[in-house]
Nanobody
């Protein structure tokens, strides 16, 4: 019913920037929020940032002031602009959409930050 396709991951040096994109398709009308989560090896998946259908944003403490989430309603796409990247930002980044109390996930995109 809902498909999420992430793109934009890659390898970057510390201090660099990347922008992730998540294109949503299918039954996404009246979604509650979309966002990004990440999971590093051996760690639990954690919140990075979310944005509601009303454009209210929320960020994880470790990325506040460095990452910015935004969305293009016409393209059904959510973006994550990441700046001042640190090696500890290395993880697989997953896009998530919540709609009617159900969560949908993308396949994930790898972000690797070298020292």
């Amino acid at each position: 019913q809902v498909q999420l396709v992430e793109s934009g991951g890659g390898l970057v040096q510390a201090g660099g920037s990347l922008r992730l994109s998540c294109a949503a398709s299918g039954s996404i009308f009246n979604f509650n929020y979309m966002g990004w989560y990440r999971q590093a090896p051996g760690k639990q998946r954690e919140l990075v940032a979310t944005i509601t259908s009303g454009d209210t944003t929320n960020y994880g403490d470790s990325v506040k002031g460095r990452f910015t989430i935004s969305r293009d309603n016409a393209k059904n796409t959510v973006y994550l602009q990441m700046k001042s990247l640190k090696p500890e930002d290395t993880a697989v980044y997953y896009c998530k959409l919540r709609r009617y109390m159900r969560d949908y996930w993308g396949q994930g995109t790898q972000v690797t930050v070298s020292p």
